[in-house]
């Protein structure tokens, strides 16, 4: 079956730094999403990576804090921009598309992000 | 994107059917049901998903009434592996695939 993978799988930063999280898949999908999953909470939509054009941001969520890029059919990036302690959190991207089930979401592994 | 209401927490032991229900009474006509489940410093698994009546696989079943306004994953013969958050989600039916996630059932499966 197609897999998903993130980089990275973690990492510890600096607060007022920025990280760029990449998920990569190996298979064309239709659609690209990126979660945030703060210590003990759900999964909350930041944003759908558009191929070739803009974002699209949930509320709550901006481009200047969380810019996004989606240059084909298999690759996206996340970046968590300015970062505070606040930011700590587990950054999921997910695909619509992998597979004959359509319509289902799947999801990559997580970067756990540390800010200190 | 239609809200979902299911148990905080369920405990169970070893070799018994756990059964979490979800109410999601503003479920649109296009709508799917969905379940995954996530374990610690994972991403969330899919389990089964399904639109109306009965659904089975290799890891669970899903039932569903006819007014769709709850649905019930009844995973059989537990085991310590189980142990895990289970979200229940509705959505997907429209272009966006957008999908809400509410807090979800952590279920304990003890020996």
């Known amino acids: 079956s197609a897999v998903i993978s993130q980089k990275p799988s973690r990492d510890i930063c600096q607060r007022g730094t920025s990280l760029t999280i990449q998920c990569q898949v190996d298979?064309?999908?239709?659609?690209m999403f990126w979660y945030r999953q703060q210590p003990g909470q759900s999964l909350t939509l930041i944003a759908t990576?558009?191929?070739?054009?803009?974002?699209?941001?949930e509320s709550g969520f901006v481009i200047d804090k969380f810019p996004i890029s989606r240059p084909n059919l298999t690759f996206s990036t996340l970046t968590v921009s300015n970062m505070s302690p606040e930011d700590s959190s587990i950054y999921l991207c997910?695909?619509?598309?992998?597979?004959?089930?359509?319509?289902?979401?799947?999801f990559g592994p997580g970067t756990r992000l540390t800010v200190l | 994107l239609a809200k979902t209401t299911q148990p905080i927490s369920m405990d169970s032991y070893e070799g018994q059917e756990v059964n979490i229900t979800c109410s999601h009474n503003?479920?649109?006509?296009?709508?799917?049901i969905t379940w995954y489940q996530q374990f610690p410093s994972q991403g969330p698994r899919f389990i089964i998903q399904?639109?109306?009546t009965k659904v089975t696989n290799e890891v669970a079943s899903l039932f569903i009434p006819a007014d769709r306004k709850s649905s019930t994953l009844s995973l059989p013969r537990v085991s310590l592996s189980d142990t895990a958050v289970y979200y229940c989600?509705?959505?997907?039916?429209?272009?966006?695939?957008?999908?809400?996630f509410g807090a979800g059932t952590t279920v304990t499966v003890r020996a």
């Open positions: 990576a558009n191929q070739g054009s803009e974002a699209t941001y």
């Open positions: 298979s064309q999908v239709t659609m």
């Open positions: 989600l509705v959505g997907g039916g429209s272009n966006d695939y957008k999908l809400s």
């Open positions: 503003n479920i649109a006509t296009n709508d799917y």
């Open positions: 997910s695909v619509v598309g992998l597979d004959y089930r359509s319509d289902t979401q799947y």
């Open positions: 399904g639109y109306k």
